[in-house]
């Protein structure tokens, strides 16, 4: 099936730091969508996109889709102890027909120290 | 308030013994999903439902059945779970495959076979 790879898996980071992650694709995506998971719970939606290229915020969060289809990027500004959990990067291939599920990457886990 | 419900939260069982996990949505949601999420591999989809009476294997059926006899349910069902099952599982829903895949996940349910 299709294989995201997410990078990086995991992250130490100071409070009031800056963070990036990414999320690489081995073909073009339809859409991609950042997750967060906090621990104990269940993944919450963040951030969707839909178009290459798109830039889009979401509080202190900006994701973007990337120009050729095949990647996305994460970045938090200003993290705070809250910002600790696993994001999940997600993508729906171009559709050719049908259904095509979505993809999900095996995650960033994300701890802040304060 | 819109939301997926699963039970139960927790789940320690033995080898062989059937057991079923419900899943239930409020927003009139079509497509529904079962994942499983184990450490170093992210979300992992188990099966999916289009509708009501159309179900699909994802990436890891083995093991596993669903059925979709209403809208809003969707249980999974272990006839005879094994140590490899234990896991954390989610279900997830979504407002339909042509527009949106933006997914709306329940809380989890921790499952142990022993």
């Known amino acids: 099936g299709q294989q995201l790879n997410q990078s990086p898996q995991s992250m130490f980071i100071q409070e009031g730091e800056d963070v990036s992650m990414n999320c690489t694709s081995s073909?073009?995506?339809?859409?991609w969508l950042w997750y967060k998971q906090d621990p104990g719970e269940g993944p919450v939606l963040l951030i969707a996109?839909?178009?290459?290229?798109e830039l889009t915020s979401n509080g202190r969060l900006t994701a973007q889709f990337g120009i050729t289809r095949k990647d996305s990027f994460l970045n938090i500004s200003a993290s705070i102890p809250s910002d600790v959990g696993i994001y999940f990067c997600?993508?729906?291939?171009?559709?050719?027909?049908?259904?095509?599920?979505?993809?999900f990457g095996i995650g960033t886990k994300l701890q802040v120290i304060p | 308030e819109a939301q997926v419900t699963q039970n139960p939260r927790y789940l320690i069982t033995v080898t062989g013994k059937k057991l079923t996990v419900t899943c239930s949505q409020n927003?009139?949601?079509?497509?529904m999903s079962w994942y499983r999420q184990d450490p170093g591999l992210g979300l992992r989809q188990i099966y999916y439902?289009?509708?009501?009476?159309?179900?699909d294997k994802g990436d890891v059926p083995e093991g596993y059945k669903v059925s979709r006899k209403e809208k809003r349910n969707f249980p999974l069902i272990l006839e005879s779970p094994s140590p490899n099952q234990t896991s954390l599982y989610f279900c997830?829903?979504?407002?339909?495959?042509?527009?949106?895949?933006?997914?709306?996940f329940g809380p989890g349910t921790r499952l142990t076979v022993t």
């Open positions: 997830a829903s979504s407002a339909g495959t042509g527009v949106s895949y933006e997914q709306y």
């Open positions: 073909s073009i995506f339809n859409t």
């Open positions: 996109l839909y178009k290459a290229g």
């Open positions: 997600a993508g729906q291939p171009t559709r050719s027909g049908g259904y095509q599920k979505v993809t």
């Open positions: 927003m009139n949601h079509e497509y």
């Open positions: 439902s289009m509708n009501v009476e159309v179900t």
